[in-house]
């Protein structure tokens, strides 16, 4: 083989020629305008029903939405008519039901308002009936064995507690409205269901200790979340030559750079233009849905970005989400950029999370985890605080597995996310309250707010936080609110937070009974309540950590206090099937215990597929792009040898640099060997992982036995990588993923 065959552009040399000439997408619609003036106008929200629907029929739909009332399907057809009208109004041809089946993305069925008189006039029609329900076809979505194939049916129905809203097209609009999705026998089959459930259950149990505590005002309570989202963006002419990214959402094979993040000069740091452009044109498009996304910023490694809204009802935020990361990945492929979701799509740098800031709100506003001024109100606070203690401490394991993917596992743990150990942080203000609670030395201003005087005449006294704060924690208090810091980048937060929710509603009814146990016994409220909320303290301390949890050390202090570390999914997924689990969640009224099992089923075979997909793949990625790679590299320096050899022995000269040569040639050619022989050894581990029948036997041979063997193939071939020309190498480098553009 010669080397002149060899020279010549490649995809990837094309592809980074390209991206040179990559200019900022600019659009006309965002030009001088006013967040105000567009939020929310694709959304049928309280300003277009209070316009459109009759009085009586608007004020019983936010009772509706808030959870006062129940739904009444006399209303429906009002409802429906209005919103037909707004949308047509504004474009839209189609309606669907839009829901989020356990694929971790949204699904939705459109119909057209079409529809003909008798006389074949057509005419635009929206029924109430059509606003409750539809039926998509529910057998190819994961139902971890509740339906088979041949039984099809299943049901959308409309939670009014979420907008509607219009999604706009390349080509026209289409009404959507947010759905629930249950099978034909009224079993949950997506993610959202349980969340609404788990409100539910929260509401009631909060409801319980306020009237407990002499509140009469206040008529719900919801859980409220601000989950901020982590992503990558790379150039899509790069993300189109990586089959892994394509198919695995990350990279199976890839040297590290020579400059990674270890400067952590990209954090915080002026946003590039391209991806500026991104973020004001996706923002724009988010605005127009009513989601309040507020912060943006560059995260620590390169070409990672975070995006963060303002605080909103649990499962409106959990829509929200998924609206922000379906805009984000359409708006890229518009800036010729690829959204990068996966919760570790580079080896070597900072992984993605999605970390959810979870507090309490009643209907009035008050945040019922922040600490008061009165002895009340630090009361009520107390046990908020202890109760949610109470429910990390003993439903940490499920709390685990509700985070748990392939994905997840390969950023929990690593030096940039909290481990795979749930832990708490509280900071030291709050700690040493609950130690002097614990030794009953109570003093009555250790809530009270701190100010710090900055001594500068231009700047205000700033409230100091009663907390500082711990990026290392999975599970960290930030002042006011909890922020859950563990769920990965590409989840629904559905599922984490629905099982939160549960494992809160079930400590604050705990706490609440044994309240009221002393009291019914002659104990004075407040005392009874002190009591209790010192028992819990002293129940929970194990799951309160203060320290580095990314330190060695922890795991070693974490077993000694009894918490489970559950590093891989198929060990952590098993915590939903334990008979405990399956009762608290029945009794909880969260999921029937089938669902739990179809859950931890469909849970389960998508880790396995995910790892299979990434085993082919990596199998593919070998032998088409990186054997032939370093056999070209290898015919490159057997010629060369052989010519330096041929014209030593002409120029009657000793080949006394020969050895350097042989040394380069034998160190690829061995590379090579080892190549194809842990290529051996994965094949052989797969052939024996597939004779397998138990789907828990081959979930944990694969997390423990395969990724282990996929791993030393990528070591190698990461090997190579480093020694081959650059122009034989096919595969965009992460040199130019991560610092183009």
């Given amino acids: 083989m010669s080397t002149q065959s060899l020279s010549g552009n490649s995809g990837r040399m094309i592809a980074v020629q390209e991206i040179a000439r990559r200019q900022p997408r600019q659009i006309n619609s965002g030009t001088n305008t006013r967040v105000m003036e567009i939020f929310g106008i694709n959304t049928f929200g309280r300003k277009v029903m209070k316009e459109r629907l009759p009085e009586k029929v608007h004020d019983k739909l936010q009772q509706i939405i808030h959870g006062l009332a129940k739904m009444d399907s006399s209303i429906a057809h009002e409802v429906a008519r209005a919103a037909k009208a707004w949308a047509v109004e504004k474009g839209a041809t189609h309606f669907c039901h839009w829901f989020q089946p356990q694929t971790g993305?949204?699904?939705?069925?459109?119909?057209?308002?079409?529809?003909?008189?008798?006389?074949?006039?057509?005419?635009?029609?929206?029924?109430?009936?059509?606003?409750?329900?539809?039926?998509?076809?529910?057998?190819?979505?994961?139902?971890?064995?509740?339906?088979?194939?041949?039984?099809?049916?299943?049901?959308?129905?409309?939670?009014?507690?979420?907008?509607?809203?219009?999604?706009?097209?390349?080509?026209?609009?289409?009404?959507?409205?947010?759905?629930?999705?249950?099978?034909?026998?009224?079993?949950?089959?997506?993610?959202?269901?349980?969340?609404?459930?788990?409100?539910?259950?929260?509401?009631?149990?909060?409801?319980?200790?306020?009237?407990?505590?002499?509140?009469?005002?206040?008529?719900?309570?919801?859980?409220?979340?601000?989950?901020?989202?982590?992503?990558?963006?790379?150039?899509?002419?790069?993300?189109?030559l990586r089959p892994d990214l394509i198919l695995a959402g990350r990279t199976l094979i890839g040297a590290a750079p020579p400059k990674g993040q270890e400067l952590e000069d990209h954090y915080f740091g002026s946003i590039r233009s391209r991806v500026l452009a991104f973020m004001q044109e996706a923002e724009y498009e988010l605005f127009k849905l009513g989601v309040p996304v507020k912060t943006r910023h560059n995260e620590v490694a390169p070409s990672q970005y975070e995006s963060a809204p303002v605080f909103e009802e649990a499962n409106v935020a959990a829509d929200h989400n998924q609206m922000v990361m379906e805009i984000f990945r359409r708006v890229a492929s518009l800036h010729d950029m690829a959204l990068l979701l996966h919760e570790k799509p580079f080896a070597g740098v900072n992984g993605?999370?999605?970390?959810?800031?979870?507090?309490?709100?009643?209907?009035?506003?008050?945040?019922?985890?922040?600490?008061?001024?009165?002895?009340?109100?630090?009361?009520?606070?107390?046990?908020?605080?202890?109760?949610?203690?109470?429910?990390?401490?003993?439903?940490?394991?499920?709390?685990?597995?509700?985070?748990?993917?392939?994905?997840?596992?390969?950023?929990l743990g690593a030096n940039e996310a909290p481990p795979a150990i749930i832990s708490v942080f509280l900071g030291k203000q709050l700690s040493d309250i609950l130690d002097s609670i614990e030794s009953s030395q109570v003093k009555g201003e250790t809530t009270e707010q701190k100010i710090i005087n900055l001594n500068v005449g231009k700047l205000p006294e700033i409230a100091q936080d009663y907390t500082d704060r711990n990026r290392t924690s999975p599970f960290a208090f930030t002042g006011n609110k909890f922020e859950f810091r563990a769920v990965g980048s590409s989840q629904s937060i559905s599922w984490p937070i629905a099982v939160l929710n549960a494992?809160?509603?079930?400590?604050?009814?705990?706490?609440?009974?044994?309240?009221?146990?002393?009291?019914?016994?002659?104990?004075?409220?407040?005392?009874?309540?002190?009591?209790?909320?010192?028992?819990?303290?002293?129940?929970?301390?194990?799951?309160?950590?203060?320290?580095?949890?990314?330190?060695?050390?922890?795991?070693?202090?974490?077993?000694?206090?009894?918490?489970?570390?559950?590093?891989?999914?198929?060990?952590?997924?098993?915590?939903?099937?334990?008979?405990?689990?399956?009762?608290?969640f029945h009794r909880m009224g969260i999921m029937q215990p089938e669902e739990n099992e179809a859950r931890y089923h469909v849970r389960l075979e998508r880790y396995i597929k995910d790892v299979e997909i990434e085993i082919g793949l990596l199998k593919d990625l070998v032998q088409t792009s990186v054997l032939p790679a370093a056999y070209r590299q290898q015919a490159l320096l057997g010629d060369s040898l052989r010519s330096y050899l041929e014209a030593s022995k002409l120029a009657g000269n000793q080949a006394q640099w020969a050895r350097f040569q042989a040394d380069d040639l034998e160190a690829i050619s061995g590379l090579i060997g080892e190549l194809k022989r842990k290529l051996e050894s994965v094949d052989k581990k797969f052939n024996e992982a597939s004779a397998m029948e138990s789907i828990e036997k081959k979930a944990?041979?694969?997390?423990?036995?395969?990724?282990?063997?996929?791993?030393?193939?990528?070591q190698v071939c990461d090997q190579i990588e480093e020694l081959v020309d650059d122009q034989f190498w096919p595969l965009p480098k992460y040199r130019e993923m991560l610092f183009l553009g």
């Fill in 105 to 240: 993305l949204t699904a939705e069925k459109h119909d057209a308002f079409l529809t003909f008189e008798p006389d074949g006039q057509p005419i635009e029609r929206f029924s109430g009936s059509q606003l409750i329900q539809s039926e998509p076809d529910a057998s190819s979505f994961p139902s971890g064995g509740m339906r088979t194939t041949f039984e099809a049916r299943g049901y959308t129905a409309w939670d009014p507690s979420s907008p509607m809203f219009l999604m706009e097209g390349p080509n026209g609009r289409t009404l959507c409205i947010p759905s629930v999705f249950i099978s034909y026998y009224g079993h949950a089959l997506d993610q959202k269901t349980p969340l609404l459930r788990s409100m539910e259950a929260i509401n009631q149990k909060s409801l319980e200790v306020l009237r407990m505590l002499g509140n009469t005002r206040a008529q719900r309570v919801v859980p409220t979340l601000g989950p901020e989202q982590e992503y990558f963006l790379i150039d899509k002419a790069l993300y189109m």
């Fill in 352 to 411: 993605s999370g999605k970390h959810n800031n979870w507090s309490l709100m009643d209907n009035e506003g008050n945040n019922l985890l922040e600490p008061g001024h009165t002895p009340d109100e630090n009361l009520q606070f107390l046990i908020m605080l202890t109760a949610t203690l109470k429910a990390v401490h003993k439903r940490a394991g499920l709390l685990r597995a509700a985070i748990a993917s392939s994905g997840n596992d390969h950023r």
């Fill in 503 to 584: 494992a809160v509603a079930e400590a604050l009814g705990e706490m609440t009974e044994a309240i009221q146990k002393r009291v019914t016994s002659g104990t004075d409220l407040k005392k009874a309540s002190m009591d209790v909320i010192r028992e819990t303290v002293i129940e929970t301390k194990a799951i309160r950590f203060e320290g580095n949890n990314y330190a060695d050390e922890w795991r070693i202090e974490a077993e000694k206090r009894g918490l489970p570390n559950l590093a891989k999914t198929p060990e952590a997924l098993a915590w939903l099937v334990r008979p405990e689990s399956t009762e608290f």
């Fill in 700 to 714: 944990h041979f694969y997390a423990y036995e395969l990724m282990e063997e996929c791993a030393a193939v990528r």
